[in-house]
């Protein structure tokens, strides 16, 4: 019987994959299918997702066109047949004996979710793995719980990779990604419908995937996607709806984390988008007070003070709030040919750096010196 089933989304990873491709297929769990998608992969993806098939049966590769994260997942979960999913993006890695452990506590706990903590890594200059202890503040380590009455755990970080989910909860409750284009927060909605949904869930203290955040083409670095939280946003509302008793005990908690989500959104978008988020954020959250849906418990005081100052002021916060970056700039404009000047100055400034460590006299230089440097660092 398979017990858990890894959903691989793969795209243009050629450059990481083998780590991660050797991190699943040793798993000290030998009971697992590995369901890689190549999301129409430019690169040599494919071919080394089919290099790792010819030699593990285990390893099922789907070949399709480009269409994003959600689609791919989709596609994942309708050809898993495990008893639990888990999910590794494929510029990650996992300690050997992550799936072992994650289902032990599954069928020990008999859960319908099993989160652990997890590391961030980076690659350069040296390898570097660090404790992200995420769950810490929920005091519910080695615990079974209803997410339900326990909310505060809706507000934990998605990092949905760092658990496993009984497939069969997945299905009762129809719970999908988002197929919007690229790879744009889809974790968000699905999170969220994952606590709504679980009656039994079980949290570990212990870390197991290592998460990657020096891959410089990971789309959560792109600023260009502005509304694409509004999309998740409007899919667990769209889930609430068709479940009336999971919106009667949730409603309340998913507007508040909404603007928490938001709030990040608007922060991190560039100064041209910023206002177009805000009028956004100004009629949901109107919405919401006018439905009944906005309650001061369910927000920090901070919190409260600035949804209600964007659905009454929505002028005045942008003005006070969101306009720090075009200080001595007459416009947008402005400030987006200086911000230009800047990137193409950094762009020569690299080139300049890239060339002079290429250059052949850098080399011969820095191989005198090689065994001077050696003794050095042996004396210190």
């Known amino acids: 019987m398979i017990k858990v089933s890894i959903l691989m989304p793969a795209c243009n990873v050629e450059k990481f994959l083998r780590e991660c491709m050797d991190s699943v297929v040793g798993q000290t769990l030998k009971d697992i299918e590995i369901i890689c998608i190549d999301d129409g992969s430019k690169d040599s993806t494919g071919d080394i997702l089919d290099d790792y098939a010819e030699q593990d049966e285990r390893v099922k590769v789907i070949h399709k066109p480009n269409s994003g994260y959600g689609h791919s997942m989709n596609v994942g979960l309708q050809h898993a047949t495990g008893e639990y999913i ?12 992550m799936f072992e452990r994650l289902y032990e506590v599954a069928k020990r706990t008999d859960a319908d979710v099993v989160k652990s903590n997890y590391y961030t890594y980076v690659s350069e200059p040296e390898p570097k793995s660090e404790l992200m202890e995420v769950l810490k503040n929920y005091n519910l380590y080695d615990k079974v719980f209803n997410p339900s009455t326990e909310q505060e755990i809706f507000r934990v970080r998605p990092c949905i990779w760092s658990g496993i989910y009984r497939r069969e909860m997945l299905i009762k409750n129809n719970i ?21 949904s679980a009656e039994r869930a079980c949290l570990v203290k212990e870390p197991y995937l290592h998460y990657r955040t020096d891959n410089a083409n990971s789309s959560v670095k792109s600023a260009a996607k502005v509304f694409c939280l509004c999309d998740e946003y409007r899919s667990t509302e769209k889930f609430l709806d068709e479940n009336p008793d999971k919106k009667e005990k949730l409603q309340k908690l998913e507007i508040s984390l909404k603007y928490e989500s938001y709030r990040w959104n608007l922060q991190r978008l560039t100064q041209e988008f910023k206002y177009a988020f805000l009028v956004q954020m100004h009629k949901e959250f109107k919405d ?4 009944g849906f906005l309650d001061k418990k369910y927000f920090t005081d901070y919190a409260w003070k600035n949804v209600k100052w964007i659905i009454d002021d929505m002028e005045g916060y942008y003005a006070s709030c969101c306009r720090a970056e075009m200080k001595g700039y007459d416009s947008i404009r402005d400030m987006k040919e200086a911000i230009e000047k800047k990137n193409k100055k950094i762009k020569r400034l690299e080139k300049k750096i890239s060339d002079i460590e290429n250059s052949t006299s850098l080399k011969v230089g820095h191989a005198i010196t090689y065994i001077p440097r050696k003794i050095k660092k042996a004396l210190r």
Do not use: H, R
């Not at 919401?288 to 439905?291: D, F, G």
């Open 176 to 196: 999908w990604f988002t197929e919007t284009p690229g790879a744009s927060y889809q974790d968000t909605s699905f999170a969220f419908k994952v606590w709504a």
């Open 288 to 291: 919401a007070k006018e439905q």
């Open 86 to 97: 888990g999910i590794i993006e494929t510029d990650d890695f996992a300690d050997l004996d």
